[in-house]
């Protein structure tokens, strides 16, 4: 090969992995925009609950028997860290995901998914696993007593606080 | 001098293929690679580990007035009010009548009531109880002793329930309160 051929198989390999790299990036800028739902600001209610992250990390565990961390963080956006199955391997996965208030109802909504350092936005994964992102809310709503409904919901660095208003038995 | 000219152009046009191609080759092979190595750190990753506890509480429940007031109205027959206090202690305040001589005087029960933690339950009990202002002695309200009781039993009931839905027992750490709401703090027994 001559010195015009090495050349550019080292500026092109360079410039590949550049490329890669951009896309890294612009793919964990992408997976970290805000979406909705957005967190409301919280009414006046009647009973007022909070748990810490490390309650709902041991809560996750049991219900998914399998280790399971859950990080929260202000404005909502949860942060679920657990060993999954994906065909014959069983790699830890990190989900990327937001919690609010839809009405009544405490919904929540995957954002990403991070496999080692590949952070993958929810929009190019399957419908199954977004469906899946929904289980968070949907086990709030369920795990309420029927006599409140929660109103509202906030997250700090280290807990998650519910405001439930009482409807009667 | 032409030929010269012509291979130093095949050379560049060499160089520019091979960077083109190699970029290509650069991306795709770098993608693979990514996701290759991202699934191989992903599968030898440790098991996550639960976050340590924070320092505070657990979990922890705030009731306001409010909704004591309209729960004790629904439950209890007559006009039944709560009014929370500092430490730990509200009034139960319940507006009656009572006709003497023909003439209906108004009559206004009220209960200081205490609630604290003994153990691992929280307990009810009566401080002072004033008819229209009139504090009686305790030994003479022992009509309130029944109802005592079964609010102790539900409160525990209710502990229960909590710490069932949870999965997990609970250590009772705390429990307060300001003119308008109690709370009480709670830890996992791990």
Redesign the interface.
């Known amino acids: 090969?001559?010195?015009?051929?090495c050349?550019?198989?080292t500026?092109?390999?360079?410039?590949?992995?550049l490329?890669?790299m951009l896309?890294?990036v612009w793919m964990r800028q992408m997976a970290s925009a805000p979406m909705e739902p957005q967190l409301a600001p919280l009414p006046?209610?009647?009973?007022?609950?909070?748990?810490?992250?490390?309650?709902l990390?041991?809560?996750a565990?049991?219900m998914l028997k399998?280790?399971?961390?859950?990080?929260l963080e202000p404005g909502g956006q949860i942060e679920i860290?657990?060993?999954t199955s994906?065909g014959q391997?069983?790699?830890?996965?990190c989900l990327g995901m937001s919690l609010g208030m839809q009405g009544a109802d405490v919904v929540s909504q995957l954002r990403w998914v991070q496999?080692?350092?590949?952070r993958i936005p929810a929009r190019w994964l399957p419908q199954s696993i977004i469906n899946a992102g929904a289980l968070p809310g949907q086990t709030i709503t369920q795990?309420t007593?029927a006599e409140f409904e929660v109103v509202g919901l906030q997250t700090t660095s280290?807990?998650i606080e519910f405001q439930l208003n009482?409807i009667?038995? | 001098m032409d030929n010269q000219q012509t291979s130093l152009e095949s050379s560049l046009g060499c160089g520019l293929l091979g960077c083109a191609g190699d970029m290509i080759l650069g991306f795709l092979g770098g993608g693979v690679l990514l996701i290759v190595l991202s699934l191989a750190v992903a599968v030898l990753s440790p098991d996550p580990a639960l976050p340590a506890s924070a320092g505070f509480s657990d979990l922890q429940l705030t009731v306001r007035e409010d909704f004591l007031n309209r729960f004790v109205q629904t439950s209890a027959a007559g006009n039944v009010r709560v009014d929370i206090l500092p430490g730990g202690q509200f009034n139960l305040i319940f507006d009656s009548s009572v006709t003497l001589s023909g003439v209906s005087v108004p009559v206004q029960i009220t209960g200081l009531f205490e609630i604290q933690l003994n153990g691992q339950t929280v307990e009810l009990r009566l401080l002072d109880t004033a008819i229209s202002g009139v504090t009686l002695p305790v030994e003479l309200t022992g009509f309130f002793d029944d109802s005592l009781s079964e609010v102790n039993e539900e409160l525990d009931i209710a502990l229960n329930d909590i710490s069932t839905t949870l999965g997990v027992p609970l250590i009772l750490v705390n429990l307060g309160s300001d003119d308008a709401t109690f709370w009480l703090e709670a830890s996992e027994a791990r």
């Open positions: 090969m001559n010195r015009w051929g050349f550019g198989l500026v092109g390999g360079l410039t590949g992995l490329l890669v896309f890294l006046v209610a009647d009973v007022t609950l909070s748990l810490s992250e490390s309650s990390s041991r809560f565990t049991d399998t280790p399971t961390r859950i990080d860290t657990t060993r994906l391997w069983r790699p830890v996965v496999l080692g350092f590949l795990q007593p280290d807990s009482w009667g038995p």
